[in-house]
Structures are given as C-alpha cells and as structure tokens.
C-alpha cells in the first residue's frame, strides 16, 4: 500500500469547546479548522504537527458512529489515517488481501479528502482510514 505519511489520528471526544483548549493551551498547538460532516455526525477540529494532524471528533448524533463508539468505550483515540494515492485502487488491494471493508468505494471526508475505511475486526483492532487527496 506504500502510505506517504500518517494522515492523521482521529480521537473521540465528548466536547470540542472542552478539548480544544487541552490542544492549545498544555500541547501547545492551535486548532486550525472546525468543521461538521453532516455524513458522519461529526464535527471535527484539526491541529497541525508536522505532516500528522489530530482531528478531534464530536458527535453531532447518539446514533452516529462516533456517538455510539464514546457511548461504549468513552473518549479515545477513535482511528489512525494514513495518506495514500490511488484510494480506490487501494481498497480493492486489501480487499483482495482478505481485509473487511466499512466502505467498498471512496467517500467524501472532512478537509475536502476522498476516504475509505478498514474495519477493526481485520485490522487487530485498529478503526483503519486511508485518506487521498483528491486536489494532488
């Protein structure tokens, strides 16, 4: 699958207005985005450490998946994202391997990036997101 970099790393918060402030004001590292995918119940807010972002994710929904994963195992690190090129190409690929997909094709992600996702049940655990950059 060759990923170019970790994308970023998605935790499950209860509240951006609570968590926000962690990132800012004890990491050290301002939020540049907020921002609600209406698709996936969320809203989310980004942060920048070198090419990784946090996005942090709130529940828009109970019944949404990040609402339901905080419902069932609290606050956490929810997923981990990696970059990749060739994002359909790529599902298919570990598809073939024998890996579950969430989603069979390419979806529209936060940021404006194409997604796809990996179930846990085949990841050891692990929510998996491939992300690509539709605009490089």
């Not at 951006?16 to 969320?42: M, N, T």
């Not at 949404?64 to 994202?81: D, T």
Request: include cysteine; aromatic fraction near 6%; proline fraction near 6%.
């Amino acid at each position: 699958m060759k990923p170019s970099h970790i994308e970023h790393i998605g935790i499950a918060v209860k509240s951006l207005k609570d968590a926000i402030p962690f990132y800012e004001e004890v990491i050290g590292i301002k939020c540049y985005a907020v921002e609600e995918v209406p698709e996936q119940k969320v809203k989310t807010a980004f942060f920048k450490v070198g090419d990784t972002k946090i996005e942090l994710l709130e529940s828009t929904d109970p019944e949404g998946p990040v609402g339901k994963f905080i419902e069932k195992k609290g606050e956490g690190v929810h997923h981990m994202a990696f970059a990749v090129e060739g994002l359909a190409d790529k599902l298919l690929l570990a598809e073939k391997r024998g890996i579950q997909l969430i989603d069979k094709t390419p979806r529209k992600g936060a940021e404006g990036l194409n997604i796809g996702f990996l179930h846990p049940k085949s990841t050891f655990g692990v929510l998996t997101e491939l992300c690509e950059n539709p605009n490089k």
